[in-house]
T-cell receptor, first 112, second 112 residues
Framework: EPEVTQTPSHQVTQMGQEVILRCVPISNHLYFYWYRQILGQKVEFLVS????????KSEIFDDQFSVERPDGSNFTLKIRSTKLEDSAMYFC??????????FGSGTRLTVV | RKEVEQDPGPFNVPEGATVAFNCTYS??????FFWYRQDCRKEPKLLMSVYSSGNEDGRFTAQLNRASQYISLLIRDSKLSDSATYLC?????????????FGKGTRLHILP
């Protein structure tokens, strides 16, 4: 069964450092998403991406966040200057038609 | 009213019983609806999409009530492996863009 692959599975970074979370969506999917889940809380939408541009973003997705699809297969989330409150599980998801999303297994980001 | 609301539970249900939970949504223009399950510290996995006419997949039945703005999930003959958090997901198309909202989830414990 096709999978969404995320790397790394766990990243520890110091406050103020930049991090890049990587995702390889399913190859024939066209819509890409990032979500995050702070421990014990609900899954929160960050951003959706289609046709090489952001189609929707949430209030959480401020200037510190950016996404890229640099080479047609990877989909990255960059956090420029991490804060303690950015510690969360970050999930990438992709969809072929916006009906149902396949999630990656997540990257656990710990900011210290 | 919250955009997507679920009873957090937990629902403690004996094995073999039937359990049902609902999810309400605030935006009447919402277009597509899903149930996901999430095991502890794992990614959400699509359980089923919810269609206007209602749909069934084995022991699982999902229904949509647009007039009252809720969706439901019914699990028959519950198994120990059904223990998980069930996430209601609503895709509220805004203009042409997605706004995907997760409920906080309903925790289900199936008791032997």
């Amino acid at each position: 069964e096709p999978e969404v692959t995320q790397t790394p599975s766990h990243q520890v970074t110091q406050m103020g450092q930049e991090v890049i979370l990587r995702c390889v969506p399913i190859s024939n999917h066209l819509y890409f998403y990032w979500y995050r889940q702070i421990l014990g809380q609900k899954v929160e939408f960050l951003v959706s991406f289609y046709n090489n541009e952001i189609s929707e973003k949430s209030e959480i997705f401020d200037d510190q966040f950016s996404v890229e699809r640099p080479d047609g297969s990877n989909f990255t989330l960059k956090i420029r200057s991490t804060k303690l409150e950015d510690s969360a599980m970050y999930f990438c998801a992709s969809s072929v038609d916006k009906y149902g999303y396949t999630f990656g297994s997540g990257t656990r980001l710990t900011v210290v | 009213r919250k955009e997507v609301e679920q009873d957090p539970g937990p629902f403690n249900v004996p094995e073999g019983a039937t359990v049902a939970f609902n999810c309400t949504y605030s935006n009447s223009a919402s277009q597509s609806f899903f149930w996901y399950r999430q095991d502890c510290r794992k990614e959400p996995k699509l359980l089923m999409s919810v269609y206007s006419s209602g749909n069934e997949d084995g022991r699982f039945t999902a229904q949509l009530n647009r007039a009252s703005q809720y969706i439901s999930l019914l699990i028959r003959d519950s198994k120990l492996s059904d223990s998980a958090t069930y996430l209601c997901v609503v895709n509220m198309y805004r203009n042409r863009d997605d706004k995907i909202i997760f409920g906080k989830g309903t925790r289900l414990h199936i008791l032997p």
